[in-house]
């Protein structure tokens, strides 16, 4: 089990993790290793990406002009795919290498890690989504208690019938259940290619697009190594897939047990920082929010300024259909007369819903006063004010929201809950 505090980057996780490692070298040692020429084939890139070492070793480079790829030879349905792999090191802000699982098509699956680039001494982002039938939007963004451009580690994706997990070096970060059952589609049906690429994603990829890539640290450079696959290989196409009866059966028995749910546990809640039906604004206002008017201090703290030329404001990236919606504020000080912070929520048109707070500033040492109104189709539905005894409100808890489109909110989050 991960300890009960500290941070993503504390020692207590660095110690669970050496621990584990030491004690499953053994048995991992005649599986790993396998040849990369073999396995890969380096589909893009012009001479960017490369085979060294006898095979032993690929690498992705990404320069002002290209970056490059490769995919593997095999298509798997149902596996464990291990791969060692060390990021562009230094300053790679707006670079992004994917390595992932996808089948063909515009109806295609995918399980997928993105590493999302950025500056020296800042952690990467680590980046997981599934699709199924060319249907997205299931994020999860993680910062790892290591930094993974110093050194290779393995990621690692499970995939069976009942659930996707993402593990690095053993530790589980994340577990994608099967629930067709509740109408939620999962990725099964369709064998899938492994893939790895680098590419420039400055325009997003770092705090929000805000940091862009420095093209005079170039090349970036990721490395790939001891590939291993204990996995379903699809034969003949479309045909069927040569699986081992071992395999088979230890492939659809696999999912996390007992100390394993324990360090899922422990990562959701020390190391993620986004969830695509939780998402924690406090983490980071850049995957949040777009600033519509004025200025944005870092991150994990967004300031509003009132002059005489004008005033400022911002709104969410995402449109939410029910939840429940909680922000840390911090109002206007001293003599805020004449003020008005509003914080709402509210769709686009004329004839719009709405359901706002109108914090109203007084003079120092007066009280604001709180007013609330809820408008029905462009008219209000009711209305209210009270006094507030103090001139600050905090809001505690994270945001909680449902993500985009409103049919994935419906989906997979209203019928879940208590």
Not at 2 to 10: A, D, E, L, R
Not at 285 to 302: C, K, P, V
């Amino acid at each position: 089990m991960g300890p009960s505090s500290g941070s993503c980057s504390c020692s207590s996780m660095m110690k669970m993790v050496m621990m584990f490692v030491l004690f499953g070298m053994e048995s991992m040692r005649g599986l790993l290793g396998g040849n990369m020429s073999e396995e890969f084939e380096i589909t893009w890139g012009s001479g960017r990406g490369k085979l060294l070492n006898n095979g032993q070793l690929l690498t992705l480079t990404l320069d002002h002009f290209s970056g490059s790829g490769f995919r593997s030879r095999k298509e798997y349905h149902f596996g464990k795919i291990d791969i060692q792999l060390k990021v562009v090191p230094g300053n790679s802000a707006g670079t992004v290498t994917a390595y992932y699982l996808s089948s063909e098509g515009a109806g295609h699956d995918e399980i997928d890690y993105e590493f999302l680039g950025n500056l020296t001494g800042q952690p990467y982002t680590v980046h997981t989504n599934v699709y199924t039938g060319g249907k997205g939007e299931r994020e999860q963004q993680f910062h790892l208690w290591f930094d993974p451009s110093t050194d290779f580690h393995t990621y690692s994706i499970l995939w069976n019938p009942h659930t996707i997990i993402f593990s690095i070096d053993g530790i589980p970060i994340r577990e994608y259940k099967n629930r067709e059952a509740r109408g939620i589609p999962f990725p099964k049906k369709q064998a899938m290619k492994l893939y790895s690429s680098i590419w420039n994603a400055d325009q997003w990829a770092t705090q929000g697009g805000r940091i862009k890539t420095d093209w005079s640290q170039a090349p970036f450079t990721a490395s790939y190594r001891n590939f291993r696959a204990e996995a379903c290989v699809r034969v003949g196409g479309r045909g069927r897939s040569s699986c081992s009866p071992r395999i088979y059966s230890s492939l659809i028995t696999k999912g996390l047990h007992g100390a394993s749910q324990n360090r899922l546990r422990w990562v959701r809640n020390k190391c993620m920082i986004y969830n695509y039906s939780v998402a924690f604004a406090a983490g980071n206002f850049y995957q949040n929010f777009d600033l519509t008017w004025g200025i944005l201090n870092n991150d994990q703290l967004l300031t509003l300024s009132l002059d005489k030329a004008s005033g400022s404001g911002f709104q969410s990236k995402n449109e939410y259909l029910f939840r429940k919606i909680d922000m840390q504020l911090r109002l206007v000080p001293g003599n805020s007369a004449g003020t008005v912070t509003a914080y709402y929520l509210s769709p686009q048109g004329a004839a719009h819903d709405e359901i706002d707070f109108e914090f109203l500033g007084n003079v120092t040492g007066e009280p604001y006063t709180l007013h609330t109104t809820v408008f029905n189709q462009g008219k209000v539905a009711g209305s209210n004010s009270s006094v507030s005894g103090s001139t600050q409100l905090l809001i505690s808890t994270p945001i909680l929201s449902c993500g985009t489109p409103r049919k994935s909110c419906k989906q997979s989050i209203l019928p879940n809950q208590n």
